[in-house]
């Protein structure tokens, strides 16, 4: 089994930036794919941006040419690039890691875009 730990959440004004970041650890299993996914109060969580394990991506067209995913299959990681964030971006956002034992989520990283 695996822990997931996101960081780099916070306060930001709009139109800046914020780096997350998801470290996996606990037991070695072979991972399909990790993502991001981000829930607003009221609303259901929504898919942001995943990458399998091969380095293959997906980004939601919300956040299509904003934000960017990379992973480090070596160090167990997976970032999210945010720029030009926007109010409509504030929720909670949570990591996602599918291996070959189940599906697995971060406790979630809460990002306020404000002015």
């Known amino acids: 089994q695996v822990q997931l730990v996101e960081s780099g959440g916070g306060l930001v004004q709009p139109g800046g930036s914020l780096r997350l970041s998801c470290a996996a650890s606990?037991?070695?299993?072979?991972?399909?794919?990790m993502g991001w996914y981000r829930q607003a109060p009221g609303k259901q969580r929504e898919l942001v941006a995943t990458?399998?394990?091969?380095?293959?991506?997906n980004h939601a067209d919300s956040v299509k040419g904003r934000f960017t995913i990379s992973g480090d299959n070596a160090k167990n990681t997976v970032n999210l690039q945010m720029n030009s964030l926007k109010p409509e971006d504030t929720a909670v956002y949570y990591c996602?890691?599918?291996?070959?034992?189940?599906?697995?989520w971060g406790q979630g990283t809460q990002v306020t875009v404000s002015s």
């Open positions: 990458i399998t394990s091969g380095g293959i991506t």
């Open positions: 996602r890691q599918s291996n070959d034992r189940g599906v697995y």
């Open positions: 606990g037991s070695i299993a072979r991972v399909y794919y």
